[in-house]
């Protein structure tokens, strides 16, 4: 049996600290929400967002719903092309009942969240808040206001909790680093 560990060359955010951070958002989405007469809608940004998701929504005690949205802004490599196309759509068409929570794993370029942004903008959502569990701000090219951070890192590429190197890697529960050599293969 192979073992995905053998790949990582150090853990970055481990499970505990995931788990501290999935605590401090949903407490955060709970104090802005709790008293609005809106229904709070979260959209997980698939794939990535998954773990993150699932976790952040069972710490959350207040009416929510939840939907999915899948973009793409990355080719199968380490590069953001810029671009970002919907390929799987919410299920609402206008969102004007909704305060939409949208839930992402990593902002790097910003490219694919204030593509999303002006999205559901369109659609009249009566608030739209931005979470991140990780946020890479050294790589940013458009600047997009996130409202509910998880941790800032360092210009590294990073995988596991969702993250992904060629779809890959999703499964580790915590984030780290891959060897180089990983790369090269
Ligand atoms: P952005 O549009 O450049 O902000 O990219 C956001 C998306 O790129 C994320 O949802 C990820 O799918 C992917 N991405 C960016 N950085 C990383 C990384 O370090 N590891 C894995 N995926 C990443
Ligand atoms: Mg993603």
């Known amino acids: 049996m192979y073992n995905i560990e053998n790949d990582v060359k150090k853990v970055l955010i ?9 605590k401090r958002i949903a407490e955060e989405i709970t104090r802005d929400h709790e008293n609005s ?16 998701t699932s976790d952040l929504l069972k710490e959350l005690r207040i009416p929510c719903i939840l939907d ?12 953001s092309t810029g671009q970002v196309k919907v390929k799987y ?6 969102l004007e009942d909704y305060d939409v929570v949208v839930i992402e794993d990593i902002i790097d370029t910003g490219h694919t969240l204030s593509n999303l942004l002006v999205h559901l903008k369109n659609r009249q959502a009566h608030s739209v808040k931005l979470c991140a569990l990780v946020d890479k701000p050294d790589r940013r090219l458009v600047d997009v206001h996130v409202d509910y951070k998880g941790y800032t890192i360092p210009d590294e590429f990073i995988i596991g909790y969702g993250l992904d190197y060629n779809e890959e890697y999703r499964n580790l529960p915590y984030i ?7 790369y090269h293969r």
């Open 176 to 182: 780290g680093v891959l060897k180089e050599e990983v």
């Open 89 to 94: 759509d919410l299920s609402y068409e206008t």
């Open 14 to 22: 481990t499970e505990e600290q995931i788990k501290e951070a999935v």
């Open 37 to 52: 007469d809106k229904q709070l809608l979260l959209v997980c940004i698939l794939k990535g967002s998954l773990p993150f």
């Open 68 to 79: 999915f949205m899948k973009v793409s802004s990355y080719g199968s490599g380490t590069v």
